[in-house]
């Protein structure tokens, strides 16, 4: 075995752990020039391939993949079977219903594939240019190679993924959008290493030697892990890599007339070909009940098959006077070989109970059901240009189900613009007024400013070295990017606003941004980057400082810093972030003040962040450098070993205070979240803000309401495990002790507990918060909030969880939930790209929810369950025609009828209504969020209402088959000249009676019927007469239909008026108890919600009276609120119900006169009025209808 495994691996193609490029293919004198021509070999070209098929593999992969299906696997199979054996119907009503089915979906798929392959010969054929040899070359873009000198000019894409090597800018940089990646639409700064961005002419480079060392491409588009080693005449210069200086393909030059780099990634390599494969599917409740329910059908299918293979046996060894020729000897004929054709006969009659149409039709009609959500024009934001996106159309239904919902804070509830109010200098509260900076006063006087700006004078501070200290950390300590308006048009390196006022800053962190805005308010205006240098103008003095190292924010820190040089080469390393994680780190400063100015900001809501110093001897800095030198040209484990390095950096700071920002609430975030509580959805808040903060915001935005009890679960009383498990309990039992009464309890957890409460504690920790009407957990890393969600997704009762947030700190979280919900935020798409439905704004999620979502879920299990009761409905019959025949397997209706059942008689309106169909109006839905929980739970595809529409079905077809036979049994003559019924006649007019019944039972199950929904019942109708009269009044080829034996079978029958009766009786006897089941389905609904209006208006006296005078306005009041009565059940009520309120009244007297309704009560004499009128009674459109009492 190891010695078979060891020549396998020595087949298998071993790829390095890095790879090494030299630039334009060009090795260093001391290595062979050979490694350097040949290294594209190792690599895939730049072709792109975005297509599944080509012409030779279309049709084997894509039946290969249709077939993998269930559902299409098993009629595949019976359509084998019934090519081997005597089939007792046509093969054709397994294959042809089959090949349609699979041809309609390949048309689908071969339809978008070919799309793709006109996309991707436009993009591999586009003109590209490349400097070889000195010399710039014309090729196509996929014949560019691993290593090739790409030029690339303004507003063009970037071909592949570049090492950038120069560009036009002297300071070798660069402008880019990456709107096709990620969908942010700002610009980004990338930047060349320092030793390359000479190089601007073509010619030039062939005095460029260089080798590009970097990891193996990963989908990440944020991560690149690279050096670059550029030789010199006798030496080499190491400079590591980041994503600064990487050109992504699919990103677009802008504002930079040209720049040059490296390819080092091509083709399927690329990070654009590697995010565009699909993500981990997820399946909906709905699509999991339906599985459930074809795996019972098929289970019925075989019993069914069973029990009459045996009785078939059974009948033919009954004794029986004379032995007639047609019936076989049982005794005979009983052998493996005769039983297994037999079963497999009677399940090849059987087998349409399998509706093998419906995986088809569901799949279409999430796919259209999901492009109305783009449409919405409800759900477009005008502020940011943008509608709600489906990334997925799998969910749909899942909207309609959520039960928690996990909510990101900053961004998703606020609105993510920060803007600078209050800060915390050397333990002194400043706040901002009128654009100026002021000193608070300690008892809440008079604030007193502190930096005066004159007209006449030098501009200068009246305040002391420690303002100046402050803004001068938050002036440099950030990673904002300057655009001026002009620069950016022309592309200029150098413009200069002495005011700040014609800057645009651009920042990935709100909070920096507000920052640098804030000190340019106050005088101190920063320039941006030049030539390695930070510039700052103090009140006009220009300040240079030399940036010599950024120790990048991350999630685990909670913090980042800038190492700078000032003009008196004073070394300095400034830090800001968290408080958690800067005040550990103080050593000297206003710590203990510090922190409690942060708690008092926290309380008012605002953000908060801590700010330190320290100043570096020479000696230290020299060892830092080292550390992060080696760091940052590490390939393997380079995050690691900056983490460490980091920590050993950023200690024994002193620190200078903190900031307070304001971040608004969104409009609408209060109502939304009101809503959805009263929808039955639990609200959950995890934010990784501080614990006043979250609080604050909290009941800022009704998550927490006043008078709801807080219990908290924070680092104040959980030191350790046993201590958090112990208040938990004492929480638990809290809210037992109090469980009669009416009052509720919002859980505050932090990260620090969290940590605990889910690693020994969880099903005391998930007890608890079910017990809770709201949950915030603050001070959250993103993988806490990926485990609080888990933490309820796998509870017992497995809830359906909804995700949403605008960060990438939310992706693992929104990736973790059943249903992933982005915002398109201020923070990148990253959320967006990960979610499966995205909008702009958090109170979209309400009509998201409440409106799409109910829709949603109602039409598709109205859809699965119909698909299922019209088989059963249909394919009954012949079971029960066994019966009849003898177990004969002589089928009852024709090949044709099986053939176009499920394709064309009964699919088309079912489709529209899973489409169009609204049984409760869009306002109602959000006036009255409650009915939103009576479709949770997957409680319309439940067992009960899985039975109810089955038993139905069972009914229908009852009274189709022992209608007929009784109507038209005992051989009665039909016709006037004597003649009588045959096989083919009964088959016929029992299955005319079930399509018009089964398509009338969706009638009944419609509210709503815009022009669509009409018109598929006439296409419908129409359509299947005409294919009827087409097949039975032709005499078709022989090699199309063998037998002519339906040959004006369907106009026959219908010459008979006997025929007319029955097909017009049967289907309203058969459908009798689903017009009951809808008058008391909708009496109940529309009874409730008037009587509960009504009852504190009327005497006890007088209500029975009044019940039923409401009850006699819903044949119109359900005409309001979009309750469409079809025809049929409208005159019933209309004109039946009165008749019913005698005989229930008894002492009433009713009499109906020019449109009147007069109600005499003797006994009680009173007189009651109801006047209806009717201004229109068209169930198709909107109506206009009164009553008055």
Same mark, same amino acid.
């Given at each position: 075995m190891d010695t078979a495994r060891r020549r396998w691996d020595c087949f298998k193609r071993q790829?390095?752990?890095?790879?090494?490029?030299?630039?334009?293919?060009?090795?260093?004198?001391?290595?062979?020039?050979?490694?350097?021509?040949?290294?594209?070999?190792?690599?895939?070209?730049?072709?792109?391939?975005?297509?599944?098929?080509?012409?030779?593999?279309?049709?084997?992969?894509?039946?290969?993949?249709?077939?993998?299906?269930?559902?299409?696997?098993?009629?595949?199979?019976?359509?084998?079977?019934?090519?081997?054996?005597?089939?007792?119907?046509?093969?054709?009503?397994?294959?042809?219903?089959?090949?349609f089915v699979v041809t309609v979906t390949a048309i689908k798929q071969g339809y978008e594939d070919w799309l793709r392959h006109k996309a991707d010969n436009e993009v591999n054929n586009r003109k590209a240019f490349i400097v070889h040899n000195g010399e710039l070359t014309q090729i196509k873009a996929q014949n560019i190679k691993v290593g090739d000198i790409v030029k690339v000019e303004a507003n063009q894409g970037f071909p592949c993924d570049l090492v950038m090597i120069s560009s036009h800018d002297p300071e070798g940089k660069c402008y880019v959008t990456t709107a096709n990646l990620d969908g942010e639409t700002n610009l980004k700064t990338h930047f060349c290493v320092p030793e390359t961005r000479k190089f601007q002419k073509e010619g030039e480079f062939t005095n460029l030697c260089a080798n590009i060392e970097c990891q193996q491409p990963i989908a990440d588009l944020y991560k690149f892990i690279g050096r670059i080693k550029v030789y010199n005449d006798s030496h080499h210069v190491l400079k590591s890599l980041g994503p600064e200086n990487i050109l992504l393909r699919g990103a677009r030059l802008k504002n930079t007339p040209f720049v040059y780099g490296c390819a080092i990634y091509t083709g399927p390599d690329t990070k654009m070909a590697l995010n565009s494969k699909a993500k981990s599917t997820k399946f909906s409740r709905v699509e999991r009940g339906m599985n459930t329910y074809l795996i019972i059908f098929l289970v019925i299918l075989l019993l069914e098959a069973l029990v009459s293979t045996i009785l078939s046996y059974w009948y033919m060894g009954q004794d029986r006077i004379g032995n007639p020729w047609y019936i076989p000897d049982a005794k005979q004929d009983v052998n493996a070989k005769n039983v297994i054709s037999d079963f497999l006969s009677f399940m090849i009659l059987y087998n349409y109970i399998i509706p093998i149409s419906l995986y088809v039709t569901v799949e279409v009609q999430k796919f259209v059901g999901s492009m109305f959500l783009q449409w919405d024009l409800e759900m477009y934001d005008e502020d940011s240009d943008t509608t709600a996106q489906a990334n997925t159309s799998d969910l749909n239904e899942e909207l309609g189900q959520v039960e928690y919902l996990f909510t990101d804070k900053t961004g998703t509830l606020t609105e993510n613009d920060m803007q600078f109010r209050q800060c915390s200098i050397n333990a002194i509260k400043y706040e901002e007024i009128g654009g100026h900076i002021h000193e608070m006063a300690p008892q809440g006087g008079q604030s007193t400013p502190v930096i005066r700006l004159t007209a006449e004078e030098k501009k200068s501070f009246l305040c002391k070295a420690e303002i100046e200290e402050f803004l001068e950390l938050l002036a440099l300590c950030h990673t904002v990017r300057v655009d001026h308006r002009e620069a950016t048009e022309t592309g200029a390196s150098t413009l200069y606003s002495n005011t700040g006022m014609d800057y645009e800053y651009q920042s990935s962190s709100p909070d920096e941004k507000a920052f640098v805005e804030a000190c340019c308010r106050y005088g101190v205006v920063f320039h941006g980057i030049r030539d390695d240098h930070l510039e700052v103008t103090f009140h006009g003095e220009m300040r240079r400082y030399r940036l010599l190292h950024v120790l990048e924010f991350d999630a685990t820190r909670k913090r980042m810093s800038v190492i700078i040089q000032k003009e008196n080469d004073e070394i300095v390393l400034l830090c800001k972030g968290a408080e958690t994680a800067v005040l550990k780190m103080g050593i000297s400063g206003e710590t203990d003040r510090t922190n409690d100015h942060i708690h008092d900001y926290a309380v008012l809501g605002l953000r908060t962040l801590a700010l330190g110093k320290r100043v570096l001897t020479l000696k230290e800095y020299e060892r830092m450098n080292g550390m992060l030198t080696e760091a940052r040209n590490s390939l393997d484990g380079r995050?690691?070993?900056?983490?460490?390095?980091?920590?050993?950096?950023?200690?024994?700071?002193?620190?200078?205070?903190?900031?307070?920002?304001?971040?608004?609430?969104?409009?609408?975030?209060?109502?939304?979240?009101?809503?959805?509580?009263?929808?039955?959805?639990?609200?959950?808040?995890?934010?990784?803000?501080?614990?006043?903060?979250?609080?604050?915001?909290?009941?800022?935005?009704?998550?927490?309401?006043?008078?709801?009890?807080?219990?908290?679960?924070?680092?104040?009383?959980?030191?350790?495990?046993?201590?958090?498990?112990?208040?938990?309990?004492?929480?638990?039992?809290?809210?037992?002790?109090?469980?009669?009464?009416?009052?509720?309890?919002?859980?505050?957890?932090?990260?620090?507990s969290l940590t605990f409460a889910l690693g020994e504690h969880t099903e005391v920790f998930r007890e608890l918060c079910q017990m809770c009407a709201a949950v915030l957990c603050c001070r959250m890393s993103p993988l806490q909030k990926a485990e609080v969600v888990k933490l309820m997704k796998t509870a017992s009762h497995a809830p359906v969880t909804a995700a949403i947030g605008d960060g990438a700190n939310d992706v693992s979280m929104i990736q973790e939930a059943h249903v992933g919900l982005g915002v398109m935020g201020k923070e990148g798409r990253q959320a967006v790209r990960n979610s499966d439905y995205a909008f702009a704004k958090f109170r979209f999620l309400q009509r998201l929810l409440l409106v799409h979502g109910h829709y949603f879920y109602y039409r598709l299990t109205t859809l699965v369950q119909y698909f299922f009761y019209k088989n059963v409905a249909f394919i009954t019959m012949q079971l029960f025609f066994a019966f009849q025949s003898a177990f004969s397997q002589q089928s009852l209706v024709s090949s044709f009828h099986l053939m176009f059942y499920n394709i064309t008689m009964t699919s088309l309106p079912i489709f529209i209504y899973s489409l169009f169909e609204q049984h409760i109006s869009q306002r109602d839905l959000i006036e009255k969020p409650h009915l939103y929980k009576n479709i949770t739970r997957n409680s319309k595809l439940d067992k009960r209402n899985f039975l109810?529409?089955?038993?139905?079905?069972?009914?229908?077809?009852?009274?189709?088959?022992?209608?007929?036979?009784?109507?038209?049994?005992?051989?009665?003559?039909?016709?006037?000249?004597?003649?009588?019924?045959?096989?083919?006649?009964?088959?016929?007019?029992?299955?005319?009676?079930?399509?018009?019944?089964?398509?009338?039972?969706?009638?009944?199950?419609?509210?709503?019927?815009?022009?669509?929904?009409?018109?598929?019942?006439?296409?419908?109708?129409?359509?299947?007469?005409?294919?009827?009269?087409?097949?039975?009044?032709?005499?078709?080829? %022989?090699?199309?239909?063998?037998?002519?034996?339906?040959?004006?079978?369907? @106009?026959? $029958? !219908?010459? =008979?008026? &006997?025929?007319?009766?029955?097909?017009?009786?049967?289907?309203?006897? %058969?459908?009798?108890?689903?017009?009951?089941?809808?008058?008391?389905?909708? @009496?109940? $609904? !529309?009874? =409730?919600? &008037?009587?509960?209006?009504?009852?504190?208006?009327?005497?006890?006296?007088?209500?029975?009276?009044?019940v039923h005078v409401i009850i006699c306005q819903i044949c119109v009041r359900g005409i309001q609120t979009d309750q469409h009565l079809n025809f049929f059940y409208f005159y019933l009520i209309l004109y039946c119900y009165p008749y019913l309120f005698v005989v229930q009244c008894k002492l009433m007297k009713m009499f109906y006169f020019s449109g009147t309704w007069w109600v005499n009560s003797c006994s009680m004499g009173t007189k009651t009025y109801v006047n209806v009128w009717v201004l229109q009674c068209s169930p198709f459109g909107d109506r206009g209808v009164g009553q008055n009492y």
């Open positions: 790829i390095p752990t890095d790879r090494s490029i030299y630039v334009d293919n060009k090795a260093p004198v001391s290595e062979s020039p050979e490694v350097a021509i040949h290294q594209h070999q190792h690599y895939p070209n730049n072709r792109v391939v975005s297509s599944k098929y080509t012409v030779w593999n279309f049709i084997p992969k894509n039946l290969f993949e249709q077939f993998r299906r269930i559902a299409n696997f098993y009629f595949l199979c019976v359509g084998i079977i019934q090519l081997i054996i005597d089939s007792p119907v046509s093969p054709a009503t397994s294959i042809v219903p089959l090949v995050e690691e070993k900056l983490q460490e390095a980091f920590q050993a950096i950023e200690k024994d700071l002193h620190i200078l205070g903190a900031t307070a920002v304001e971040d608004r609430l969104q409009d609408g975030v209060p109502e939304t979240i009101t809503t959805l509580r009263r929808a039955g959805i639990k609200v959950w808040v995890l934010t990784g803000d501080k614990e006043e903060t979250a609080v604050n915001i909290s009941y800022s935005a009704g998550h927490i309401i006043d008078g709801m009890e807080e219990l908290r679960v924070t680092k104040a009383t959980c030191t350790d495990h046993t201590r958090c498990g112990e208040e938990i309990a004492k929480h638990i039992h809290r809210i037992q002790d109090r469980s009669p009464s009416s009052q509720q309890f919002v859980l505050i957890v932090d990260g620090f109810r529409w089955n038993v139905l079905g069972l009914w229908h077809v009852f009274v189709f088959f022992f209608g007929v036979l009784f109507l038209f049994g005992d051989d009665v003559p039909l016709w006037p000249d004597g003649k009588m019924m045959g096989l083919l006649s009964f088959g016929t007019i029992a299955y005319t009676v079930c399509v018009i019944a089964v398509n009338l039972k969706l009638c009944l199950e419609t509210y709503y019927w815009p022009l669509p929904m009409f018109m598929a019942y006439v296409v419908t109708g129409v359509g299947n007469l005409c294919m009827t009269l087409l097949y039975t009044m032709i005499i078709w080829p %022989a090699f199309i239909q063998s037998l002519q034996d339906n040959y004006k079978v369907y @106009t026959t $029958s !219908l010459s =008979s008026g &006997t025929v007319w009766l029955g097909i017009v009786l049967l289907p309203l006897i %058969a459908l009798f108890p689903d017009v009951i089941i809808r008058v008391a389905r909708d @009496t109940s $609904s !529309l009874v =409730s919600e &008037t009587t509960k209006q009504r009852r504190s208006q009327i005497g006890k006296c007088q209500y029975n009276v009044c």
